[in-house]
Structures are given as structure tokens and as C-alpha cells.
């Protein structure tokens, strides 16, 4: 049959059975709009949890010395050069970079002008050295090593640091909104070998400033993060540990190599520090599920929406054999019956299909303007809650196609079936 | 034109008992002829025209419709043979209600090859048929006689030689139907093959051959002489 006179055929019965073909595209819609909605509901919370709160690369793997173990007494445990230079020799491993505490306490006092107010504080200071290689792209001000003694250390602060900064600290002490580029620049006071809280190990105090050069996902979030050598060489003028390393990040060529990674780590006596990993995927997994749930909910009413659709089509069809039976006494064969049920079928699907996703997008449209001038501010809430991927949106589209097919199939079968000498007779 | 041999027809009744309707029935209708069916209810005649024009296939024989055998047919290659090979006219018209009498008469271009002229050509059908002016009317707004006149229309669309017509004037008084057998009549003189079921002693009378369908078979009613120096093929 050609694809004209099928246009016209369908055109012409849709516009009969103008209520019914509403109702049933209505159905199609209430499904697909309601997953493409969870769908790009989950997707989005999903991102967030993925990039904002716990933003973890699939390439990275943290390897730590073990705490109490076997390996330790063998001499396995510890993370000196050898073993570093072990790792970085494991079979998929691109990069292995070096982290080393700043083994000593540390404090910063700051009294001073404050991007705009005046700060008077005290605290203790963690830090840590890493190598320049793992925190390239976030540096913004200079190179990223050690300048020497009396020199600004250069320091890189956690990018969630700033959002909890900004959302819960500042603002109960009415202090100023910061990004990372306002920061960069800022000096403060650093005092090494000295604390608040404990009796220093003794040694002299060494004071230094550390200078903000950027923010990092990769930065440790209660601390400075530091040039490696930097924090060597402070371990080391204080007389402690300078030779065996915190911690030390492989960076896989590819992230289906990652769980082999871990089992050799693991087979050298060494741990992996996946906290923040297991946490990402423990909050993943439950949006997961809970999108599941929705998703499939979703799926049964578009299930509902095929069975309707089949109930429609099967009191027009039974309604219509008259006319079926007609257009096979004048030249249709079973096989043009049946596409013209199904052609039917399919621009209702096509039109709920499009109409649900539509509805879903403006629903997320809706929702994210309420929720950014409704709901307060609170630490990583995203600018949208969603996210629709294309193949969500086309998915919508060909899913509502997909249940009226469905749905079609035997009205389509019983409608090829008219006997027409039987409609036709009388 | 029609060559039919030996056609069996059987219906299974409700209650599982088969009910044969056609038994061993034989017809041959010259190119050109205009014949009338004739006999009681549920004699078999709707039957047979049905499975004349290709609606049916559930039958043992041969039939020949314009040198197309139907047995062995493909249910594509049969739905062609009727869009090109018959036109089908029934008793209660079957137009369909929602469409104007022209595009009515375009339903048999839906389902044939594209063609430029299929408006022209509808257009033309319902000028043969007298229904020029009232083309973009709705059925509903059509005489029962007009109806029919559409319905005819929509039967030659697709250039038929044959017309199959069940009780055409049955549904129509008797001024009606008598207009209606003109248009036959006219049709025939200008070279339709016509094969009418019909009860009306009017339009059996315009025919040229009568048969009579009895316990399954066909049998000449009244043969008109000129026949044999008409029909010939
Ligand atoms: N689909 C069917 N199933 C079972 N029996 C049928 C079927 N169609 C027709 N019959 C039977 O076959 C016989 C012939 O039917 P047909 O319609 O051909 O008669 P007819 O001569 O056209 O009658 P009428 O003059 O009333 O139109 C009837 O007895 C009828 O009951
Ligand atoms: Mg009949």
C-alpha cells in the first residue's frame, strides 16, 4: 500500500474516532511521561551524587599502607620507594602518584582583611603533598612545587570544602560567598610543629604562608593539599618520617582494569582506601533502585496503556468490518487492513509518546524553577535535578510507539481476519 | 468472461452440520452479456457472486474471471484482481458515511497504483452516473437512488469489465430503481459485462439471459437469441 493513501486512510479514521484516539494517546503519555520523568529524575540526582558530592574518577584506585597486618611484619606493608616503584610497574597502571602527610601538627592564625569583611581565627591545619602530576588542571596560579624555605607553599583547598563553606559555614558567621577563582591568590599564615589541642613533639616552630593556587576534587577536604616536596622536606626538618609515603593513587589506563588493579594491590599486603568510592556507589545504587521502582511503575502504565488501547481498537475494528469489508471489495488485501490498524495504532503511540516526554520535560523545567527559588540553599544542591540523556528522550518517544504496536497487534490480526463476503452479504 | 466449473460452496452451520449451498455449479458468461441470477432466499446467490469477484476462496472448482484464474491466487494478487478486474454493487450501498461521494468513489485508488488523474477520473465516474454536481456530498445527504449511483461510480473506478451487482434495486422503490436499471442498461450497450443478482422482474427483464440458481446449480431461465451474434469471443 503506498505510504499516501495509508496517510490518508488513517487520517481519515483518527479524525472519526477523534475521542477514543485521545484517551489512548492520553494513556501512552501518562506512561512514557511519567518515566522519562524518573528517568531524568534519577539520572540527575545520580550526576550530582557522581560529580558533586562524591566525584570519583573510575580510573583512580587509592592505595594505603595497611594498618595492622601480616604484610607489615614481612616488610610488605609500607609504602617506601620500592614499593611505589612496584605499583607503577602493575600491569595496566598508566600513572602512580605520591601522597605524603605533613607529619607534624599545624596551625593557622589569621587576622585580617577577608574578601571584603575582617577574620580573626584560629585553627588546626592538616596537609597533605601530593605530586603535581595528579592535580595539574586545577592548578591556577603558577607551578605547582616546592619554592623552598621562607617561599609561599603553594596550596590547592577541596572544591567541596568551598561548597560546604559557602553554604553552611558562611553564612551562620556572615561571611562572604567564595568560588574557586576568587580564592586563588589568598595567602594565610601557617605555623608547622605547633598545635592547639596537643603538646608539640618538640623542635622548633617553623612558620611559613601557604598560598591558594586553585580548588581540586582531588584535594583532601578537611586540609591543604600541598607539592610533595613540600611536605617532604618540612617531614624531614622536623625530624620525623620522610621516606614512606600516605598514600599513593594509580591512575588505570582503563577503568575495566581497575578491579585487577585492586587484587594485585591487595596480593602485595597493601589496601585500598575506597571509602569514597563504596559511599558513592552505596548512594548510587539506592537512587538506582528507587528509580527502578518508579521506572517500573511507569512501565506498568504503559502496559495499561497498550491494554487500552487494544480494548479501543478492537470495538473500532468490530465496529468498522462494514467498512474493512469494503475496502477489500475494492482492491485492499489483508496484509493493507492490517497496516492501516497498525498505522492507526502507531501515530496515537507516536503522538502519547511525544506528548508524555514533552509533558515530562516541562514537568523537570517546572520543578527545577521551584526548587531554586523555593528551596534554601543547602550544600551541593545542583542547579537541575535532572537529566535527559538523548536516548531518554527518543526512548520516551519509541516506547510510546512500542505500546500501541502492542497494544494493536491483535485488533490488527482480527481486522486482517474480516471475512468479507460475511460483512458484505444483506 | 467468466468461466466457473464445477463450484462446490459449503458453510458449516452453527450447530457443526455442513450445509452445501453450491453443488457442482457450472457458468459462462460471454464478454459483453448482461445476465440476472434469480431465486429464493438464501439459494446461494450472494454466495456466488462472491466467490465470482475474488471475496471468497473457501471453495472447491475453478473459476475464470477475465482469463484470471482466481484459484492459486495470492490474497495480494486477489485484492489486485478485484481493485482492476470487478466492480462490486450491493444492495445497501455501502458507502462510507464519512467521506463525500467523490472521495468515496477514490476508496478503490487507495489501494491501486498511484495515478495522477485518480481525482479526474472520479470525477469523470460520477459525471457518468449524473452525479456531477452533488460530488462533495456526504452520503447522508444523497437520495437512496443517488447512493447507488455513487456506489456504481466507485465500482468503474478502477476499469473493470465486470460488474457484480447484488440486489442493486432492492433497497429502492420503484421510480428509484427503474433510473438504475437505465444506468445498467446504459452501461451494458456501452460493452460492461453485467452479472445482477436480483428478486425485481424489472431488472430481470433488462437482462439478456436469466438464470436460475436451484439446489446448488445453475439453470437457463430465458436465453435472448441475440446473443449468439453479440457475445462471441
Ligand atoms: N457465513 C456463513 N456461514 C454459514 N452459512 C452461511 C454463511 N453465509 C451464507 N450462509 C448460508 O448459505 C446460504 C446461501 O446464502 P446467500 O447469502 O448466498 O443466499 P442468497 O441467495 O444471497 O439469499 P438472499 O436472497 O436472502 O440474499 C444460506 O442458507 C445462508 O444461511
Ligand atoms: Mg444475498
Same mark, same amino acid.
Given at each position: 500500500?503506498?505510504?499516501?493513501?495509508?496517510?490518508?486512510?488513517?487520517?481519515?479514521?483518527?479524525?472519526?474516532?477523534?475521542?477514543?484516539?485521545?484517551?489512548?494517546?492520553?494513556?501512552?503519555?501518562?506512561?512514557?511521561?511519567?518515566?522519562?520523568?524518573?528517568?531524568?529524575?534519577?539520572?540527575?540526582?545520580?550526576?550530582?551524587?557522581?560529580?558533586?558530592?562524591?566525584?570519583?574518577?573510575?580510573?583512580?584506585?587509592?592505595?594505603?599502607?595497611?594498618?595492622?597486618?601480616?604484610?607489615?611484619?614481612?616488610?610488605?606493608?609500607?609504602?617506601?620507594?620500592?614499593?611505589?616503584?612496584?605499583?607503577?610497574?602493575?600491569?595496566?597502571?598508566?600513572?602512580?602518584?605520591?601522597?605524603?602527610?605533613?607529619?607534624?601538627?599545624?596551625?593557622?592564625? +589569621?587576622?585580617?582583611?577577608?574578601f571584603?569583611?575582617?577574620?580573626?581565627?584560629?585553627?588546626?591545619?592538616?596537609?597533605?603533598?601530593?605530586?603535581?602530576?595528579?592535580?595539574?588542571?586545577?592548578?591556577k596560579?603558577?607551578?605547582f612545587?616546592?619554592m623552598?624555605?621562607?617561599?609561599?607553599?603553594?596550596?590547592?583547598?577541596?572544591?567541596?570544602?568551598?561548597?560546604? +563553606?559557602?553554604?553552611?559555614?558562611?553564612?551562620?558567621?556572615?561571611?562572604?560567598?567564595?568560588?574557586?577563582?576568587?580564592?586563588?591568590?589568598?595567602?594565610m599564615?601557617?605555623?608547622?610543629?605547633?598545635? +592547639?589541642?596537643?603538646?608539640?613533639?618538640?623542635g622548633?616552630?617553623?612558620?611559613?604562608?601557604?598560598?591558594?593556587?586553585?580548588a581540586?576534587?582531588?584535594?583532601?577536604?578537611?586540609?591543604?593539599?600541598?607539592?610533595?616536596?613540600?611536605?617532604?622536606?618540612?617531614?624531614?626538618?622536623?625530624?620525623?618520617?620522610?621516606?614512606?609515603?600516605?598514600?599513593?593513587?594509580?591512575?588505570?589506563?582503563?577503568p575495566?582494569?581497575?578491579?585487577?588493579?585492586?587484587?594485585a594491590?591487595?596480593?602485595?599486603?597493601?589496601?585500598?582506601?575506597?571509602?569514597?568510592?563504596?559511599?558513592?556507589?552505596?548512594?548510587?545504587?539506592?537512587?538506582a533502585?528507587?528509580?527502578?521502582?518508579?521506572?517500573l511503575?511507569?512501565?506498568?502504565?504503559?502496559?495499561?496503556?497498550?491494554?487500552?488501547?487494544?480494548?479501543?481498537?478492537?470495538?473500532?475494528?468490530?465496529?468498522?468490518?462494514?467498512?474493512?469489508?469494503?475496502?477489500?471489495?475494492?482492491?485492499?488485501?489483508?496484509?493493507?487492513?492490517?497496516?492501516?490498524?497498525?498505522?492507526?495504532?502507531a501515530?496515537?503511540?507516536?503522538?502519547?509518546?511525544?506528548?508524555?516526554?514533552?509533558?515530562?520535560?516541562?514537568?523537570?523545567?517546572?520543578?527545577?524553577?521551584?526548587?531554586?527559588?523555593?528551596?534554601?540553599?543547602?550544600?551541593?544542591?545542583?542547579?537541575?535535578?535532572?537529566?535527559?540523556?538523548?536516548?531518554?528522550?527518543?526512548?520516551?518517544?519509541?516506547?510510546?510507539?512500542?505500546?500501541a504496536l502492542?497494544?494493536? +497487534?491483535?485488533?490488527?490480526?482480527?481486522?486482517?481476519?474480516?471475512?468479507?463476503?460475511?460483512?458484505?452479504?444483506? | 468472461?467468466?468461466?466457473?466449473?464445477?463450484?462446490?460452496?459449503?458453510?458449516?452451520?452453527?450447530?457443526?452440520?455442513?450445509?452445501?449451498?453450491?453443488?457442482?455449479?457450472?457458468?459462462?458468461?460471454?464478454?459483453?452479456?448482461?445476465?440476472?441470477?434469480?431465486?429464493?432466499?438464501?439459494?446461494?446467490?450472494?454466495?456466488?457472486?462472491?466467490?465470482?469477484?475474488?471475496?471468497?476462496?473457501?471453495?472447491?472448482?475453478?473459476?475464470?474471471?477475465?482469463?484470471?484464474?482466481?484459484?492459486?491466487?495470492?490474497?495480494?494478487?486477489?485484492?489486485?484482481?478485484?481493485?482492476?478486474?470487478?466492480?462490486?454493487?450491493?444492495?445497501?450501498?455501502?458507502?462510507?458515511?464519512?467521506?463525500?461521494?467523490?472521495e468515496?468513489?477514490?476508496?478503490p485508488?487507495?489501494?491501486?497504483?498511484?495515478?495522477?488523474?485518480?481525482?479526474?477520473?472520479?470525477?469523470?465516474?460520477?459525471?457518468?452516473?449524473?452525479?456531477g454536481?452533488?460530488?462533495?456530498?456526504?452520503?447522508?445527504?444523497?437520495?437512496?437512488?443517488?447512493?447507488?449511483r455513487?456506489?456504481?461510480?466507485?465500482?468503474?473506478?478502477?476499469?473493470?469489465?465486470?460488474?457484480?451487482?447484488?440486489?442493486?434495486?432492492?433497497?429502492?422503490?420503484?421510480?428509484?430503481?427503474?433510473?438504475?436499471?437505465?444506468?445498467?442498461?446504459?452501461?451494458?450497450?456501452?460493452?460492461?459485462?453485467?452479472?445482477?443478482?436480483?428478486?425485481?422482474?424489472?431488472?430481470?427483464?433488462?437482462?439478456?439471459?436469466?438464470?436460475?440458481?436451484?439446489?446448488?446449480?445453475?439453470?437457463?431461465?430465458?436465453?435472448?437469441?441475440?446473443?449468439?451474434?453479440?457475445?462471441?469471443?
Amino acid at each position: 500500500m503506498r505510504l499516501d493513501a495509508l496517510s490518508r486512510l488513517v487520517r481519515l479514521s483518527l479524525a472519526r474516532e477523534r475521542k477514543g484516539a485521545f484517551f489512548s494517546a492520553f494513556g501512552v503519555a501518562m506512561g512514557v511521561g511519567a518515566l522519562v520523568f524518573f528517568l531524568g529524575l534519577g539520572l540527575g540526582v545520580g550526576r550530582v551524587i557522581r560529580e558533586k558530592i562524591f566525584p570519583t574518577d573510575a580510573r583512580l584506585v587509592d592505595v594505603v599502607p595497611s594498618a595492622v597486618s601480616l604484610g607489615s611484619l614481612l616488610g610488605g606493608g609500607k609504602l617506601d620507594a620500592a614499593t611505589v616503584e612496584r605499583l607503577a610497574a602493575l600491569p595496566g597502571v598508566e600513572a602512580a602518584w605520591r601522597k605524603m602527610n605533613v607529619r607534624v601538627p599545624a596551625v593557622s592564625r +589569621y587576622d585580617g582583611a577577608f574578601f571584603g569583611t575582617r577574620l580573626r581565627m584560629g585553627m588546626e591545619v592538616l596537609a597533605v603533598g601530593v605530586e603535581p602530576g595528579l592535580v595539574k588542571d586545577d592548578v591556577k596560579l603558577g607551578e605547582f612545587r616546592d619554592m623552598g624555605e621562607g617561599q609561599p607553599i603553594p596550596a590547592l583547598v577541596s572544591t567541596r570544602l568551598l561548597e560546604l +563553606y559557602n553554604k553552611t559555614f558562611a553564612p551562620a558567621r556572615k561571611l562572604p560567598q567564595l568560588s574557586a577563582n576568587m580564592i586563588v591568590g589568598f595567602v594565610m599564615p601557617v605555623e608547622f610543629n605547633r598545635s +592547639y589541642v596537643a603538646a608539640s613533639s618538640g623542635g622548633p616552630t617553623r612558620s611559613a604562608q601557604a598560598q591558594v593556587v586553585g580548588a581540586s576534587d582531588r584535594a583532601m577536604l578537611a586540609g591543604l593539599t600541598i607539592p610533595l616536596e613540600t611536605a617532604v622536606r618540612i617531614n624531614r626538618e622536623a625530624g620525623v618520617d620522610a621516606d614512606t609515603f600516605t598514600g599513593v593513587t594509580l591512575v588505570a589506563k582503563d577503568p575495566s582494569q581497575v578491579p585487577a588493579l585492586i587484587d594485585a594491590v591487595k596480593g602485595m599486603g597493601l589496601e585500598i582506601d575506597d571509602q569514597e568510592r563504596r559511599m558513592a556507589e552505596n548512594t548510587g545504587a539506592a537512587v538506582a533502585l528507587v528509580t527502578s521502582a518508579l521506572a517500573l511503575l511507569s512501565i506498568l502504565i504503559c502496559i495499561l496503556a497498550a491494554v487500552n488501547i487494544a480494548h479501543a481498537l478492537s470495538a473500532s475494528v468490530r465496529a468498522r468490518a462494514k467498512e474493512i469489508g469494503v475496502m477489500q471489495a475494492v482492491g485492499a488485501s489483508r496484509a493493507d487492513v492490517r497496516g492501516i490498524v497498525l498505522a492507526e495504532a502507531a501515530v496515537v503511540g507516536l503522538a502519547g509518546g511525544a506528548a508524555g516526554t514533552a509533558a515530562a520535560l516541562l514537568l523537570a523545567f517546572g520543578v527545577n524553577r521551584l526548587a531554586s527559588t523555593y528551596l534554601p540553599s543547602f550544600p551541593f544542591k545542583p542547579d537541575s535535578f535532572f537529566s535527559f540523556p538523548w536516548p531518554v528522550v527518543l526512548g520516551g518517544v519509541v516506547l510510546g510507539l512500542f505500546a500501541a504496536l502492542a497494544g494493536a +497487534y491483535f485488533p490488527a490480526r482480527r481486522a486482517a481476519a474480516t471475512d468479507p463476503a460475511r460483512t458484505l452479504a444483506g | 468472461m467468466i468461466r466457473a466449473r464445477d463450484i462446490v460452496k459449503e458453510y458449516v452451520d452453527g450447530d457443526g452440520t455442513k450445509v452445501r449451498v453450491l453443488d457442482g455449479m457450472s457458468l459462462d458468461v460471454q464478454d459483453g452479456d448482461f445476465v440476472a441470477v434469480v431465486g429464493p432466499s438464501g439459494s446461494g446467490k450472494s454466495t456466488l457472486l462472491h466467490l465470482l469477484g475474488g471475496l471468497d476462496v473457501h471453495y472447491q472448482g475453478e473459476v475464470e474471471v477475465g482469463g484470471v484464474k482466481l484459484r492459486g491466487l495470492d490474497d495480494k494478487a486477489l485484492a489486485r484482481f478485484r481493485n482492476t478486474h470487478v466492480g462490486f454493487v450491493f444492495q445497501s450501498f455501502h458507502l462510507i458515511p464519512n467521506l463525500s461521494a467523490l472521495e468515496n468513489v477514490l476508496l478503490p485508488s487507495h489501494f491501486g497504483p498511484a495515478r495522477e488523474d485518480a481525482r479526474k477520473r472520479a470525477e469523470a465516474m460520477l459525471e457518468r452516473v449524473g452525479l456531477g454536481a452533488k460530488k462533495d456530498r456526504a452520503p447522508v445527504r444523497l437520495s437512496g437512488g443517488e447512493r447507488q449511483r455513487v456506489a456504481i461510480a466507485r465500482a468503474l473506478f478502477g476499469g473493470p469489465r465486470l460488474l457484480l451487482c447484488d440486489e442493486p434495486t432492492g433497497n429502492l422503490d420503484a421510480a428509484t430503481g427503474d433510473g438504475v436499471i437505465q444506468l445498467f442498461k446504459e452501461l451494458h450497450r456501452e460493452g460492461l459485462t453485467v452479472l445482477a443478482v436480483t428478486h425485481e422482474e424489472r431488472m430481470s427483464a433488462a437482462a439478456r439471459r436469466v438464470l436460475r440458481l436451484k439446489e446448488g446449480r445453475l439453470v437457463e431461465e430465458r436465453a435472448d437469441l441475440h446473443l449468439a451474434t453479440r457475445g462471441a469471443p
